[in-house]
């Protein structure tokens, strides 16, 4: 994960016999397991690795099993044991087990920095001092190792701390925290830091072993830093404030490796003081989240355990998916009708990015049903039991009616989001996407296609619901008597905006409204981003609703003024929850553009560079509640991979994975490595200096200002681009697209929320003679038909037209009408284009015309998704508007297959009885007769009829 051997943060355990020794090769993990127990104190453990290391962990409860990444540089037959101690200072030691460790010797990575500290003396019992290391700038730490004094004294109780401003502020490493250590003899003491970003790293002593005679101190011989220069996300000119905030905050929140647990189990949160990030959370709420934070880490232990929760996780009879694997309400308290988009879109995301066709068919040991199938009934119940086939999400749960007497239902669950739910419909809506992008992948393009018709009548609908156009925001509900509830919720708004729920209007004025630059009356703070972090959860105080629309649960929470949740004090009344801010990154990158993710995000930065965000305050009247960054958030990990899917512009769909990078321009590139897609690991890179892609190995480089489209198989071509520069595109410059893209000029979507373009594939080689001309426009088309009872409809888009094109649509279905050519001196031919989803055909029928008086010819080409194409013999147009029925069938008619601009024998194709190409273009190439006249200067063609077939 961080490109480094001595840690892996994901290794997997090898499955042991009893007695057994354990294999390992050198530079690689291998996981060991300790445990305590008897008693509920934390400990920590020491491993002896049998080769003169100590390998110290992080603490947990004593009676949880501790599993331990153990690894060695040289190879040998080693034996292990451990040394546990709580925090009170009692001691247990097991026996470990034998490895036997193959391969060459290596180094643990590159020598960072070392020094000999002198010793630490002091009058003062409590007398604290440091001994540490500055570095030759930002550097990847994997490991700080202390090397003993030859005469004892090894400081007894210590901790790690590290610096990114040369020293001025220090951060502690939480899991490197150790009270009653004992005498490492002539060990020496690796201290696994795990790739943390810093210039700076110390050993920090609160106070000094007694040693006689009222003096007390410390030594320590040599001290060590091992790492690298190289970052899992780096930026080329970026600051190292920058670097280290992406870097770290993937380390504390997204990772949570370095980080306190209290199983030793980052899905495991533990309380204060010692609370921090976590990696995932069991709860089906949290599972799409979970998903876009571990999916693309490969075949981790992570990914196996997020898999075997999908699969878990129960579905009632009506469709509607538990809030957690036994357990129908969320906390045994309410339903929460999110949970059926979260499902829907964890299992689409892990899908596409994964590309594991044994994961969707894994069957449920309790029902046999597959997880395909449970997707699909869950899409079912959103769609018939919560009447979103209408276009909206509407509960007639009497518990979820959104009046005072209702439940809260929904992530924000202190409000009453009932009846109709704006933020429930924004997931509804993207789970459509979700589901469309998992069904055509799988070759299902009527019902791809189904899904994406209705969320034009969703986003239609949920404006009209919402939209509240006094106030220039979304309302968060409509309640069962028709009354609507505005606090000011800023993730709803900033919700819709990234999920292209909103026009450039209705964007401009959020956005205002978040910056502070228009004011709406009515609201208590006009500060939105008073936390700095991520903006107020809300701007209208709960105190206000009468009666008030808000769950106290029982009571615990009170929103009066001096309340336990008074405004400003509680995380859902006006208080911050992190996650907003991935949502805020994500509107403003489809809004506004990476200048403007870029200002909001160093104002993050800038939080991060303080304290790490390990803020947890205590609001004086009971309740700690004010803001929500760590423990149960480890959606606190999206933030920093919105590097990933915001700044790179990396989202899996039907067709691979699209490549859209959004750079500042203060970054001339930006690299994510070891990023796995369909089981392949890439390092990927956004370069503005690129002149084209290339792909070396395992390194993808493409230029930062276009877009891409890697498919499963490896291959990588151009494709639309389609996020905005600064501004929103207009409605009459935007690039426009099937369904719900077509009709949302703000949104040009980023990434994680792309629609039709996502699912094209790229151009391929075409023979010199059919380049598509310089100048061009982008139109697009629409064209249904059905063949044999099965619908093989698609939709085209037109990538390039040459100048004298002017294409005559239907307004009301979008159905191309004419297509009319003006040929001239220049131009004595024409090609039209159309791009399709990557899609397996057979063969193609164009129905087409000519009403003039003279004959043309038509020839046809496919472009497939390997990089060829394959020219179709010319057809003669007859004059006089008779029409003619143009075929192609893949397994006959074709009179060349190009590749790279050159010839190939056709036996590839036929000669291994291929009938059928995965195809992404149809080309169109249309020509005069010789002699023509140059004053026969029009034609037209009407195409009736344009499909595309599998028979």
Known sequence: MFGMKPVVLFAVALALHAGAALAATTGDPVTVVSKFGGTDEFVYYIWDTGDGRWMPGSRGMAKADAPAELVWWKPGDYRTQWTGITLSGRKQSGEGKAVKVVGEAKPPGELLASGTPAPFRSRDAYGSGSAGLKLAGLKRIDWLVIHPASGGNFPQDFSIQTSTDGGERWQPVMSAGFVYFPDPGK???????????????????????????GSYGWDIGKIEAFGGSDFPWTIEHGSSSDVQAWNNLWLNFGLAANEVHERFDPWWQTD????????????????????????????????????????????????????????????DHSRHYTTNSSFIRAVAHHYLMQRDRAFLETKDPKTGETVLEKARRAMTFQLETLHGRDGLLVFDDPQHDGTASSLGGNYWDFWLFGHKSAFDNALFFDSLRMMAELEESLGNIGRAKELRDLRVEVRKRFNETFWDAE????????????????????????????????????????????????????????????????????????????????????????????????????????????????????????????????????????????????????????????????????????????????????????????????????????????????????????????????????RLVAHADGAWLLTPDGNLSKV??????????????????????????????????????LQTGGTPVLPEEASPPSSSTERAVYYETFRDGRDYSRILRTAFAARGWEIVEDSSTGKILRVHFRFDQKAKDGLLIFDLPPTHLTGFRLRIRNPASNEAFVSASFGTTDGRA????????????????????????????LAAGKALPKEPLEGTGRTALTVNKLFFKFRLPPGLPQEVREFTFDISLLEAFSR
């Open 272 to 331: 204060r003081p010692l609370d921090g990030g976590l990696r995932a959370m069991g709860s089906t709420i949290w599972q799409y989240w979970d998903a876009l934070k571990l999916s693309w880490l490969g075949k981790s232990p992570d990914t196996e355990r997020l898999k075997s929760a999908i699969v878990n996780i129960d579905v009632g009879p009506d469709g509607y998916v538990w809030a957690a694997q036994g357990h129908e309400k969320h906390l």
């Open 471 to 698: 106030k220039g925001r979304y309302i968060g509900w409509e309640d069962v008597n028709g009354k609507r509830h505005d606090y000011g919720f800023t993730d709803l708004n900033l919700l819709a905006l990234a999920y292209g729920l909103a026009d450039p209007e209705q964007a401009k004025s959020i956005l205002d409204w978040m910056d502070g630059t228009r004011k709406v009356a009515g609201d208590d703070a006009h500060d939105v981003y008073h936390f700095g972090f991520a903006p107020r959860s809300t701007t209208v105080d709960a105190a206000r609703g009468n009666p008030r629309m808000v769950n106290t649960w029982n009571g615990e929470l009170d929103v009066s003024p001096g309340g336990t949740a008074a405004f400003g004090e509680q995380i859902q009344n006006g208080g911050s929850i992190f996650v907003t801010s991935y949502h805020d990154l994500h509107a403003r990158r489809a809004c506004r553009g990476p200048e403007d993710v870029f200002a909001r995000w160093r104002g993050i930065a800038e939080e991060f560079e303080n304290d790490q965000l390990r803020r947890d305050p205590d609001n004086g009247r009971g309740h700690s509640d004010v803001v929500g960054i760590l423990r149960e958030f480890p959606e606190s990990g999206l933030i920093p991979y919105f590097f990933i899917d915001g700044i790179l512009g990396l989202s899996p769909v039907a067709g691979g994975l699209r490549i859209e990078p959004s750079l500042p321009q203060a970054w001339p590139s930006a690299t994510v490595r070891d990023f796995e897609f369909a089981g392949k690991k890439y390092s990927i890179t956004a370069d503005r200096s690129a002149s084209a892609p290339k792909m070396e190995g395992n």
């Open 187 to 213: 060990n020496e003491v690796w201290i696994p830091l795990r790739g943390v970003a810093a210039d700076a790293v110390r050993v920090m002593v609160p106070r000094g072993n007694d040693l006689g005679g």
């Open 870 to 897: 394959v020219i179709f013999a010319d057809q003669a147009l007859p004059p006089d508007g008779l029409w003619l029925d143009y075929e192609g069938e893949i397994s006959k008619g074709f009179k060349s297959v």
């Open 720 to 757: 639309e681009r389609i996020i905005p520069s600064e501004e929103p595109a207009s409605p009459d410059t935007r690039p426009e697209n099937q369904g719900a893209w077509a009709s949302r000029p703000c949104v040009a979507q980023n990434g994680i929320h792309a629609e039709t373009s």
